[in-house]
């Protein structure tokens, strides 16, 4: 089955520090895809990045990093000189497709709080 | 313009009343979903509809219902309220291509049963 876990419940930094938010999966499939989801404060869920398989290139968006390693299973997020707009609930998950369908299997989710 | 759009945003009801969340997208996707958030941000796939048929189903108690009238809406209607299911339930859309396009989410409904 599939699994995404997210070990840190709560991450607190202050401003202008790296952060990285931690996410192990387990996966019986040799082809998947990953996601990263934010959930700020107002509650609506943003779409991040998606990353497949077959592709462990790190990939870099503005103040954003993704490591992504196979040989872990791990999809780690990075945010460099975090800022107080970055607090958060970020979640990482898995995609399972059925039927054309796509099964997101969630994390638990990281709190993280950036404070001035 | 609003790419997936729920109402109500916020629902508060009595338990064993009968209640519907309505759920449009415009962004011309043919898979859309609804999942349910609990009081501990953990998030759960309830169902997913493929252009009217329904695809997934994850063992919801059969007091909820969801019905697409077509690939733009996808509404989830709920029986008999429990307390137990006070959450924030969140639709979403994909597109039908291989099934690992990202999901986009409505702005979720806050359902509070009393």
């Known amino acids: 089955a599939q699994k995404v876990t997210q070990a840190q419940t709560e991450i607190s930094v202050v401003e202008k520090e790296d952060v990285t938010l931690d996410c192990v999966y387990e996966t019986r499939d040799t082809t998947y895809y990953l996601f990263w989801y934010k959930q700020p404060p107002s509650g609506e869920l943003v779409f991040l990045i998606r990353r497949n398989s077959f592709d462990e290139q790190n990939e870099i968006s503005g103040r954003y990093s993704w490591n992504f390693q196979k040989s872990t299973s791990s999809f780690n997020f990075t945010i460099t000189a975090s800022q107080v707009v970055d607090s958060a609930v970020y979640f990482c998950?898995?995609?399972?497709?059925?039927?054309?369908?796509?099964?997101?299997?969630f994390g638990q989710g990281t709190r993280l709080t950036i404070n001035p | 313009d609003t790419a997936v759009s729920q109402t109500p945003k916020y629902l508060v009801t009595q338990m064993g009343n009968d209640k519907s969340i309505k759920c449009e997208q415009n962004?011309?996707?043919?898979?859309m979903y609804w999942y349910k958030q609990d009081s501990k941000k953990f998030l759960k796939i309830m169902f997913s509809?493929?252009?009217?048929?329904?695809?997934i189903n994850e063992t919801v108690p059969n007091r909820f219902s969801p019905k697409s009238p077509d690939k733009a809406h996808l509404n989830l209607h709920i029986n008999s309220l429990e307390l137990g299911d006070s959450a924030v339930y969140f639709c979403a859309s994909s597109l039908r291509t291989g099934g690992h396009t990202e999901a986009f989410f409505g702005q979720g409904t806050r359902l509070t049963v009393v």
């Open positions: 998950a898995l995609s399972e497709a059925i039927q054309g369908a796509q099964k997101l299997v």
């Open positions: 962004l011309g996707h043919d898979t």
């Open positions: 509809y493929n252009n009217k048929e329904l695809i």
